[in-house]
T-cell receptor
Framework: KAGVTQTPRYLIKTRGQQVTLSCSPI?????VSWYQQTPGQGLQFLFE???????NKGNFPGRFSGRQFSNSRSEMNVSTLELGDSALYLC?????????????FGQGTRLTVV | DAKTTQPNSMESNEEEPVHLPCNHS???????IHWYRQLPSQGPEYVIH???SNVNNRMASLAIAEDRKSSTLILHRATLRDAAVYYC????????????????FGKGTKLSVKP
């Protein structure tokens, strides 16, 4: 079974631009979550989707948005990029929206804003 | 969300057991205790989880204190490939109609394994 796939793996953008990151969950998984990882703040939760509905949202500005499609694939978008948005963005999928279920993470997308 | 406390770093020798502690004194009755680890340049990887009883799987064992205010992840024989940051996370059982899918990561414990 294929794992969680994130594309692209690496990305360089300029301040002010916008970016879209993609996540394909494990087949059959309906829950997708996004996390931002930086050296200073560690791993921080961005948002979670289940069956195309956003269930939870972390403490990030409105420039960060996401969506989930009917096939469970998810995208996250960051508009008006700032230097501080440089980070590793991780996607995780779970088969169910239950807290006794493990999450499977992708390799992440390394975003660099210059 | 309930918080966890872990040592910043630990060292172990290869092929010896490793006990990684985690304190979670504010745990609620429905919180599951999850452990994840993150190897360099990779996304986090699920290790194990439990609610009240001790748990074993192919990767590790999880020992949960009787009062559930602390737990210990046990790697029975550390290998060089076990060098990673280990995260202890509490995950709330969802209330009716809700979802508690997000994981709240702390700083974790950086485990170094010496050959």
């Amino acid at each position: 079974k294929a794992g969680v796939t994130q594309t692209p793996r690496y990305l360089i953008k300029t301040r002010g631009q916008q970016v879209t990151l993609s996540c394909s969950p494990i087949s059959g998984h309906r829950s997708v979550s996004w996390y931002q990882q930086t050296p200073g703040q560690g791993l921080q939760f961005l948002f979670e989707y289940f069956s195309e509905t956003q269930r939870n949202k972390g403490n990030f500005p409105g420039r960060f948005s996401g969506r989930q499609f009917s096939n469970s694939r998810s995208e996250m978008n960051v508009s008006t990029l700032e230097l501080g948005d440089s980070a590793l963005y991780l996607c995780a999928s779970s088969p169910r929206d239950r807290s006794n279920t493990e999450a499977f993470f992708g390799q992440g997308t390394r975003l660099t804003v210059v | 969300d309930a918080k966890t406390t872990q040592p910043n770093s630990m060292e172990s020798n290869e092929e010896e057991p490793v006990h990684l502690p985690c304190n979670h004194s504010t745990i609620s009755g429905t919180d599951y205790i999850h452990w994840y680890r993150q190897l360099p340049s990779q996304g986090p990887e699920y290790v194990i989880h439990g609610l009240t009883s001790n748990v074993n799987n192919r990767m590790a064992s999880l020992a949960i204190a009787e009062d559930r205010k602390s737990s210990t992840l046990i790697l029975h024989r550390a290998t060089l490939r076990d060098a990673a940051v280990y995260y202890c996370i509490l995950r709330s059982f969802p209330s009716t109609g809700g979802s508690q899918g997000n994981l709240i990561f702390g700083k974790g414990t950086k485990l170094s394994v010496k050959p």
